[in-house]
């Protein structure tokens, strides 16, 4: 249903439009605009233990972005966002899956995220693809003042 490839300078203006625009960061994470100079400045920069993806349909409509960070035990932290007009449509899901089955094939051997319980699309995504709460964290996130709650989740290999 999506592909996932590496994002490039070509995105940027993917970036820009619905990195601005509050919708899309939703209601559960900071919005943090960027000037579209700050954005081309840091695009080319290399990102060492960051794997970032632009999500596309298979028309090849950009739809959203996913990432994942190696953490200092070998495993790696997922976060995504999808634009709100493709949300509910089984595309993160899909993304999650994706990006999921190419790190378990690349060796690694547990991969965490973490949302907010009161975040139940982002919750059910992780549900879907197997990811199991292995955490709560009281105050995770200073939300413009608020503080929000995190629960972890992880997915390990199956031996």
């Known amino acids: 249903m999506v592909n996932l490839r590496p994002f490039d300078s070509g995105d940027a203006d ?10 899309y960061t939703g209601r559960y994470e900071p919005f943090e605009p960027v000037t579209r100079s700050e954005l081309d400045d840091w695009l080319p ?13 298979r028309g090849g ?3 959203g972005q996913i990432v994942a960070r190696l953490q200092d035990d070998g495993s790696y932290q997922i ?5 709100p007009p493709a949300r ?17 094939a690349s060796g690694v051997q547990r991969i965490v995220a973490e949302a ?24 995770a996130l200073d939300l413009n003042g608020v503080w929000l709650d995190g629960v972890v989740h992880e997915i390990k290999i199956r031996p």
Not at 14 to 23: C, H, M, S
Not at 45 to 57: H, M, S
Request: hydrophobic share 35%; proline share 6%.
């Open 79 to 83: 976060g995504y966002r999808v634009i």
């Open 14 to 23: 993917f970036l820009y439009i619905w990195g601005n625009n509050p919708e």
């Open 88 to 104: 509910g449509r089984g595309v993160c899901s899909d993304a999650v899956r994706t990006l999921v089955c190419h790190l378990f």
């Open 61 to 63: 409509e950009k739809v």
């Open 45 to 57: 920069r290399e990102k060492p233990g960051i794997l970032w993806y632009v999500i596309e349909t």
């Open 116 to 139: 907010s319980p009161k975040n139940k699309p982002s919750t059910r995504v992780l549900e879907k693809i197997g990811f199991r709460a292995i955490d709560y964290k009281k105050k």
